[in-house]
C-alpha cells in the first residue's frame, strides 16, 4: 500500500496587530479550500497562526495579553476552520499561543486528523528571547515571558498513514529536538515559524543570512533523521517589522523540494513517499547499529558549555 502524503505547507503573509482573529481563520479556511482543490491530504500553518507575532511587544496588560491567547481549541473563532477541514477530509496542523484552564500559557501546534479530532499537541520547548523589557534591542523578542517552556517533551504520533511529529520555529535549530524525533522513527517533522528578517542584537546579519541558516537547520534535521520536513513561515511586514518568507518542504536526502516564492500567503504542494525515510534509516542513520550513547552523556548532564581550564601553552 502507498504511504504518500499530498502536502501542503500553508505560508501566510503578515498579520498586523489589529487584524480580527475572524479575518485571519477567513484567509487559513482559503488557504485550504485551495489545498482541497488539489486533493491534499494534509495542510500545514505557521507558528502562531492566528495572530501578529505578539512577543515583539512589551506589555504588562493582562487583558491584551489574553487577547493573543487560545483557552478553547477549536473556539467560535476557529470552529469554521476544523468543520471545513473535515467536510473536506483534509487533516492540518496548527500553530497557535494556547491559555490552559489553570492559566498556563504555551506556545502550541496541534495536529488535527481528517476527521477533525485533535490527535496531537506540542508545545515549543526552546523559546527565544528574554523576559523583561531590553533597551538595547532594535525590537523586542519576549517570548520567554509570555510562554512557559513547552511540559509535553518530543512526542510523535502514528497519524495520516506515518508516524509524525512537531516542532516549533527556534526548535529547528537545536539537533537533540530532532534526534528526539528520530529515535521516535518519525516521518514527517511538520514546523511553523515567524522569524524576524534582522537580528535585534547584530545589525548587518539581514534577510540573506537569516535564510541561510533557516534552510541550513531545515536540511541538516532532515537528513540526519532520514525523514521529511516541512517549515513554514509568516512571513512579510507586520507593523512595520519584516519576518522572512523561505517555506520549505526538505526530503530525508536533505534536499528542498518545494520552496515558496513570496512573503504572502501561498501553499506549496507536494507529495511525500514516507517509505523514502526508510533507506537512510536502514544505512548511515541506523541509529541502533551506530549511535555510541556511552560518549553522550554531556548532552542530557550538562546545559552551557564548559571548556577546559586555560593552560600555559
Ligand atoms: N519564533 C521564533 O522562535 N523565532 C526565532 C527567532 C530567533 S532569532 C534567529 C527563530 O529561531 O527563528
Not at 74 to 80: A, K, L, Y
Not at 143 to 171: H, Q
Not at 276 to 296: L, N, S, V
Amino acid at each position: 500500500m502507498s504511504r504518500t502524503i499530498r502536502l501542503a505547507a500553508a505560508q501566510l503573509g503578515p498579520i498586523q496587530r489589529a487584524d480580527p482573529r475572524r479575518v485571519v481563520v477567513a484567509r487559513l479556511m482559503a488557504l485550504l479550500e485551495q489545498a482541497a482543490g488539489r486533493d491534499c491530504d494534509l495542510v500545514v500553518y505557521p507558528e502562531l497562526a492566528l495572530t501578529t507575532f505578539f512577543p515583539r511587544w512589551y506589555t504588562e496588560d493582562e487583558a491584551e495579553i489574553d487577547a493573543w491567547f487560545e483557552s478553547v481549541m477549536p473556539g467560535p473563532e476557529t470552529q469554521p476552520l476544523f468543520d471545513l477541514a473535515q467536510r473536506r477530509g483534509i487533516g492540518f496542523s496548527l500553530g497557535y499561543a494556547e491559555k490552559t484552564p489553570e492559566g498556563r500559557h504555551f506556545n502550541t501546534q496541534i495536529l488535527v486528523d481528517k476527521t477533525g479530532r485533535i490527535v496531537g499537541r506540542y508545545r515549543k520547548i526552546h523559546l527565544p528571547g528574554h523576559v523583561d523589557f531590553d533597551p538595547e534591542r532594535a525590537f523586542q523578542h519576549l517570548e520567554k515571558r509570555y510562554f512557559e517552556p513547552g511540559d509535553l517533551g518530543f512526542p510523535v504520533w502514528r497519524a495520516m498513514g506515518g508516524v509524525m511529529g512537531m516542532l516549533i520555529c527556534n526548535d529547528r535549530r537545536w539537533p537533540e529536538a530532532w534526534r528526539m524525533l528520530g529515535l521516535q522513527g518519525v516521518e514527517l517533522v511538520m514546523l511553523g515559524y515567524n522569524t524576524p528578517s534582522v537580528n535585534s542584537q547584530k545589525a548587518d546579519e539581514g534577510p540573506a543570512d537569516r535564510l541561510f541558516h533557516h534552510k541550513l537547520a531545515m536540511q541538516a534535521g532532515a537528513y540526519q533523521n532520514s525523514c521529511w520536513a516541512v517549515a513554514v513561515a509568516k512571513a512579510g511586514d507586520e507593523d512595520g517589522h519584516p519576518l522572512i518568507g523561505g517555506s520549505v518542504i526538505v526530503d530525508p536526502d536533505g534536499k528542498i523540494v518545494a520552496e515558496a516564492t513570496t512573503e504572502g500567503d501561498e501553499l506549496l504542494v507536494q507529495d511525500i513517499d514516507l517509505d523514502a525515510t526508510r533507506f537512510g534509516k536502514a544505512t548511515i542513520f541506523d541509529f541502533a547499529r551506530h549511535r555510541r550513547i556511552e560518549h553522550y552523556g554531556l548532552i542530557t548532564g550538562q546545559t552551557g558549555a564548559v571548556p577546559p581550564p586555560e593552560g600555559d601553552a
